[in-house]
């Protein structure tokens, strides 16, 4: 039986890792309408429910020059790209060259504070759409150890930007 990647073991473990680092620093539940039942689902229907859910959740691990890990459905479409080219592309290719040194800075800050909340700044995808978030979550993601394993966002508003 062929499953997919993000509902392998591994990455339903890392579902719950994004979930609970996600609450550790915010105080919030990511999906706030599975707060009450996320702890009775499966964990592969917990990696579902992430996947599924409309709103972006991107991961990257915590390399030096961190590769995604993570991207859910609505990311994947957002940046137009498949599961297996996020997995493989530098996280810092996801903002224009000129936007790679505020990114990095704010990654930095991010990892310092653990959370960073209501950031904005402009992406592009891998087709080269440029588009800005708007109101990202960013936090540092801790695996059942309180290891830091790299980062994740996530953000309820983004907007089309005209071509250069």
Do not use: C
Not at 9 to 14: L, R
Not at 42 to 47: E, G, M, R, V
Not at 99 to 107: D, Y
Not at 149 to 163: D, K, V
Request: aromatic fraction near 12%.
């Amino acid at each position: 039986m062929n499953i997919a990647p993000w509902q392998t073991p591994a990455y339903q473990h890392h579902a719950q890792f994004l979930w609970q680092s996600f609450h550790d620093w915010t105080g919030r539940w990511l999906i706030p309408d599975l707060a009450d039942s996320w702890p009775r689902l499966s964990p592969l229907d917990q990696a579902t429910a992430l996947f599924e859910y409309p709103q972006p959740i991107l991961s990257h691990g915590g390399q030096p020059d961190p590769i995604f890990n993570y991207g859910n459905q609505a990311s994947l479409k957002l940046w137009e790209i498949s599961w297996d080219e996020l997995v493989q592309m530098p996280s810092h290719l996801s903002a224009e060259p000129p936007a790679q040194s505020e990114r990095a800075n704010l990654l930095r800050q991010a990892a310092a504070q653990g959370v960073i909340e209501h950031y904005r700044g402009i992406r592009i995808s891998r087709t080269g759409q440029r588009f800005e978030i708007i109101n990202a979550t960013i936090w540092t993601v801790l695996d059942s150890h309180n290891q830091n394993i790299g980062q994740a966002a996530t953000f309820n508003q983004w907007e089309y930007l005209e071509e250069k």
